[in-house]
C-alpha cells in the first residue's frame, strides 16, 4: 500500500505540474493575477506530492519490501541502514525520483521566496519550471517507474554494488543533484526573461541569489566526488573518464 501511495502521489504531481505550465503562463499573458498567484500554490503542491512519493520509496528502502522490483534489486535484508536510504538514489530510477524532488524543490523555493519578485516574471519562471518537471515526471511513470511490483517478491534482495557502499553515495548525488538542478532556475529565469523582452539589472539581481546556490552545491558535490573517486579507485578506473561525474564540471565552469 506504501508503494501504491507513492506511486498515486507521483501521478497527481505529473497533474499539477502539467497546470503549473499552462496557467500562469497565460496569466501573465493575460494580466490575471488569480492565474499567476495560482503558479506558487501549484509548485508547493507539486514538492509536497513529490515528497511523499520520494517518502514512500524511502521507507519502502528501510522497512526492506521487496515486492518492490526496485528494491529487491538495489538492497538487502543484513545492508547498514545508511546504505539502505542511500541506496534509494543508488539506482536509476531512484535517482530520477530525487532529481524530480529537487526539481519541484527549487519552484517552491522561489513560490515560497521569491515574493521581490514581480508576478509576471514569477509566474513565467514557475511554468517553465513546471514544465521541466512534468517532462521528469512523465518519463519517471511511462518509462522508469520506481514503485512496479513483483508476483513472487525474494526473501531477500539482491544487494548493492559494493564500490557504492561507502558514505560518499550519502553525500555526494543528493550535493551534485542541488547544484545541477539548481541551475534549472537559471534557465526558468532567462526564458521567463526571454518572453518578457527584457534582461536588465533588475534581472539579474533576482537571479543571482539562485545561481549562486547552485554554484555552491555543486561545487561542494564534485569535491565530495573527486574525493571518493581518489580514495576509493586511485583517481583512475572506469569513473575517471565517466561522463556522467566530469560534465558536472561544464555547468560549474
Given amino acids: 500500500m506504501i508503494a ?13 505540474t502539467l497546470s503549473l505550465s499552462f496557467i500562469p503562463l497565460v496569466g501573465a499573458h493575460r494580466g490575471d493575477e488569480s492565474f499567476m498567484r495560482f503558479g506558487s500554490v501549484a509548485a508547493v503542491t507539486s514538492f509536497l506530492l513529490v515528497g511523499l ?3 514512500a520509496l524511502a521507507w519502502s528502502f528501510l522497512h526492506s519490501d521487496f515486492s518492490v522490483r526496485l528494491i529487491a534489486a538495489n538492497s538487502e535484508v543484513a545492508k547498514p541502514l545508511i546504505y539502505k536510504f542511500s541506496g534509494v538514489w543508488a539506482n536509476h530510477e531512484g535517482s530520477m525520483l530525487l532529481w524530480t524532488l529537487i526539481l ?24 517553465v519550471q513546471g514544465m521541466i518537471a ?18 513472487m517478491p525474494p526473501s531477500d534482495g539482491n544487494g548493492m554494488n559494493p564500490i557504492l557502499q ?34 536588465d539589472a533588475a534581472w539579474a539581481r533576482w537571479v543571482r ?45
Fill in 134 to 151: 512534468a517532462a521528469f515526471l512523465a518519463f519517471l511513470l511511462f518509462t522508469s517507474n520506481p514503485f512496479l511490483r513483483l508476483d
Fill in 166 to 199: 561507502d558514505p560518499g553515495l550519502a553525500l555526494h548525488p543528493p550535493c551534485l543533484y542541488l547544484g545541477y538542478v539548481g541551475f534549472s532556475v537559471s534557465f526558468a529565469f532567462a526564458v521567463a526573461a526571454l518572453i518578457e523582452g527584457r534582461v
Fill in 104 to 127: 519541484c524543490l527549487f519552484a517552491a523555493a522561489i513560490a515560497v521566496f521569491g515574493r521581490n519578485i514581480p508576478l509576471p516574471l514569477k509566474a513565467r519562471v514557475l511554468s
Fill in 4 to 16: 501504491e501511495t507513492g506511486h498515486f502521489a507521483l501521478i497527481l504531481a505529473l497533474f499539477v
Fill in 209 to 253: 541569489p539562485w545561481v549562486l546556490a547552485a554554484w555552491c552545491f555543486l561545487t561542494l558535490g564534485i569535491t565530495l566526488g573527486s574525493f571518493w573517486a581518489y580514495y576509493i579507485l586511485g583517481w583512475g578506473g572506469w569513473w575517471f573518464w565517466d561522463p556522467v561525474e566530469n560534465v558536472s564540471l561544464m555547468p560549474w565552469l
Fill in 53 to 55: 512519493s520520494f517518502a
